[in-house]
Nanobody, 123 residues
């Protein structure tokens, strides 16, 4: 069982930066594939980035070169550094964890979810 709690969301102007954190409970955090998704009003939940237990990293094309995902297993925490933010990045951001992921971009493959944190980027 893993419980996830996001923090770090907020409002920022276009071109600005934010750093999201996802704190996890449970001693097996290091064994999980963890990732970030986002959901804008009226839209589906979309994949943003993920990182496997071994450190392999995946990004959505829309955030490559701007966002950086990382994890600190000693602290049971995952991060998403978001730079050069755009208004289209506005969404609720969720962290997620799963085991035996077959498709990193598919929300259904992740078992555990945080409550979400709002990110708003103004032009």
């Amino acid at each position: 069982q893993v419980q996830l709690v996001e923090s770090g969301g907020g409002s920022v102007q276009a071109g600005g930066s934010l750093r999201l954190s996802c704190a996890a409970s449970g001693r097996t955090f290091s064994s999980y594939h963890v990732g970030w998704f986002r959901q804008a009003p009226g839209k589906e939940r979309d994949f943003v980035a993920s990182i496997t237990w071994s450190g392999n990293i995946y990004y959505a094309d829309s955030v490559k070169g701007r966002f950086t995902i990382s994890r600190d297993n000693a602290k049971n925490t995952m991060y998403l550094q978001m730079n050069s933010l755009k208004p289209e990045d506005t969404a609720v951001y969720y962290c997620a964890a799963g085991f035996g992921i077959t498709s990193v971009v598919r929300p259904a493959d992740y078992v555990y979810w945080g409550q979400g944190t709002q990110v708003t980027v103004s032009s």
